[in-house]
């Protein structure tokens, strides 16, 4: 299996600018970035495997999506980008076997050379060139910090719109006043 050290020895012969974090507790999924790492969500990428079926013949592959922590793509955007005839998320066994990492905690580099990947356009469009993003090590005691910009070239990442409702996290909103209750 993938880990931290891979990823970090890659990135290292690669020249890339990263960190590795150790995290406060054990994931059990990358969605979980956020609460250990005190950040938005969209600063937080989990990198999603879905199951498509070719509309030729009926070859069937894997492709990784992209997407801000909590976001769920749409399985019609996803089905388009990559042009399948059908798309549904992978079995946690068929994720661990082609990517080699724990399914939950997939990090988009070193994936498959056959594997498409896909970045939520409104990912890229949230987020500045040079801010750093967080994503799974396939540990769950790490993450990686990693420049967006980076990460997206990298992983060979295509921006697609592939989230159909807005984020919450996505959009900036002033965060709710205190409510103060009258003492009885």
Do not use: Q
Not at 8 to 36: C, K, N, Q, S, T
């Amino acid at each position: 299996m993938k880990d931290a050290l891979t990823i970090h020895r890659a990135l290292l012969e690669w020249e890339a600018v990263h960190e590795i974090v150790r995290l406060p507790f054990a994931l059990a999924h990358a969605d979980e970035l956020p609460r250990a790492l005190g950040l938005p969500p969209e600063r937080c990428l989990v990198t999603r495997v879905h199951s498509c079926d070719d509309h030729r013949g009926g070859r069937r592959f894997l492709a990784a999506v992209i997407v801000a922590a909590g976001g769920r793509p749409s399985a019609e955007a996803v089905r388009r980008a990559v042009g399948a005839r059908s798309v549904r998320p992978a079995r946690a066994d068929l994720v661990n076997a082609a990517t080699e990492y724990a399914a939950g905690l997939v990090c988009p580099l070193l994936l498959p050379d056959d594997m498409p990947v896909l970045i939520d356009r409104r990912v890229t469009e949230a987020l500045p060139d040079d801010d750093v993003v967080y994503t799974a090590t396939g540990e769950a005691s790490t993450a990686l910090g990693i420049r967006s910009r980076t990460l997206c070239a990298l992983s060979h990442a295509e921006p697609a719109p592939l989230t159909s409702t807005p984020s919450t996290s996505l959009i900036a909103a002033p965060a709710p006043a205190p409510v103060s209750r009258p003492r009885r």
